[in-house]
């Protein structure tokens, strides 16, 4: 598949609980090591706890794992740039001047693209269409916009045009309840935190 570096310049232009178990009004009393009171219940931390998965075809199996390893692959860079845009969003109203915020912007999208263009190279084309998905499902704003409200609206068209000819849109949104692929996206990032096993380091 394609590779899609161009994603350096995109991503530099740039997140049912089970009750607690009551166990008043059956006379048991509970001592829990450590505690020197006897309690009549136990408070447990807040868990989320899936169905186990299941599939109407082997295909349907593989398209989801699939899906699940390019997600959590991503994932973590769609989490940079929604924390790099926070930070940036809190700097730019400290600072005057319109000329003065475009240097401070073009400074932070250099500075990822210094330090990620490496692993951003490697993507292929279903991994840059599924990470602008997921920059919008944590920005909630598409690449396009945020390329069009940090630096303008023709250098926005522009990576637009380039992004087509690998068939991909920066103008996708994240739409888990009408699109099939994304309702996989975040059933895999939802089990993956309620299982404790989701990562945002980056491998480096």
Known sequence: MKKCSFFICLLGCLISTSQEKNFDNIGVLIKVDGDSIARSEIKLNEVTVYPPLQFNSYDDK?????IKRK??????YAVLASKRLEELNKR??????????KRYTKIVEKFIEKE???ELKKLTRSEG???IKLVHRE??????KLISKLRNVFRAFSYNSLARLFKISIKVEFDPTNNDEDAIIEDVLKRAYADNSIKLELDR
Do not use: A, M, W
């Open 92 to 101: 730019l109203p400290l600072i005057k001047g319109k000329n003065q915020k």
């Open 62 to 66: 593989i398209r989801y794992y699939i």
């Open 116 to 118: 990620f263009s490496e």
């Open 129 to 131: 269409q599924i990470l």
């Open 139 to 144: 920005t909630g704003q598409t690449v396009y």
């Open 71 to 76: 997600t959590l692959k991503v994932y973590p």
